[in-house]
Nanobody, 121 residues
Framework: QVQLVESGGGLVQAGDSLKLSCAAS????????MGWFRQAPGKEREFVAA????????DYADSVKGRFTVTRDNAKNTVYLQMNSLKPEDTAVYYC??????????????WGQGTQVTVSS
């Protein structure tokens, strides 16, 4: 079955950097758009970033544009989220997801279990 496993979360201070990884299995990775989402306590899950099948296209939420970078390695079936200049409001559980459609913010069908990112002020 399809599995998406996130890693790399942790506790950091404001201004620090963190790189999340999401390893996929059970699917033809290069056929899927990959996305990152996050959910803070008491808030709805929100879109963070997405990358197209080949990696040539990306999309970012305004709140992270210029600070976060999404990349993928189709040979390793892995998508990454490099997070720089972290802020306390970036604190959330971060999820990766895969979708069979083009670059978009919805329509994702497979989800990981999430990894906690906590940014202290």
């Amino acid at each position: 079955q399809v599995q998406l496993v996130e890693s790399g979360g942790g506790l950091v201070q404001a201004g620090d950097s963190l790189k999340l990884s999401c390893a996929a299995s059970g699917l033809t990775f290069s056929f899927y758009t990959m996305g990152w989402f996050r959910q803070a306590p008491g808030k709805e899950r929100e879109f963070v970033a997405a990358i197209s099948r080949g990696g040539g296209g990306t999309d970012y939420a305004d709140s992270v544009k210029g600070r976060f970078t999404v990349t993928r390695d189709n040979a390793k079936n892995t998508v990454y989220l490099q997070m720089n200049s972290l802020k306390p409001e970036d604190t959330a559980v971060y999820y990766c997801a895969s979708g069979p459609y083009g670059l978009r913010r919805d329509g994702y069908i497979y989800w990981g279990q999430g990894t906690q990112v906590t940014v202290s002020s």
